[in-house]
């Protein structure tokens, strides 16, 4: 549905005009269109930053120690939990608001 920008009526998708008021409902539908991307685009950094972060303290936690490196568990560890709460608010936010 693209709603009107002079009356605010709902219109379908399909239609270039408004069935209320006649008229076009072009740039609502563009404003819709850039407003789902925003909506990918921040899904899509939430999620890699969320993967990025808890990949780089899986490694930190498993193979710090082994790199000389045994204070970087712990870092490790938060990194992980931190990884995960930014990738499930991500989709949760921008994933799932949109259906
Ligand atoms: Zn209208």
């Not at 002079?6 to 008021?21: F, L, P, V």
């Not at 999620?47 to 490790?76: C, H, K, R, W, Y």
Request: some cysteine; hydrophobic content about 50%; overall charge positive.
């Amino acid at each position: 549905m693209v709603k009107c920008s002079k009356c605010g009526a709902e219109n379908q998708m399909e239609g270039a005009y408004c069935s209320n008021c006649s008229v076009p409902v072009v740039g609502g539908q563009r404003e819709s269109l850039q407003e789902a991307h925003r909506s990918r685009v921040r899904l899509m950094v939430g999620v890699i930053l969320g993967v990025l972060l808890t990949g780089i303290g899986l490694v930190l936690a498993l193979f710090g120690a082994d790199m000389g490196m045994p204070e970087s568990q712990g870092l490790g560890f938060g990194l992980v939990v931190v990884g995960v709460i930014v990738l499930v608010a991500s989709v949760i936010l921008f994933g799932w608001m949109k259906r």
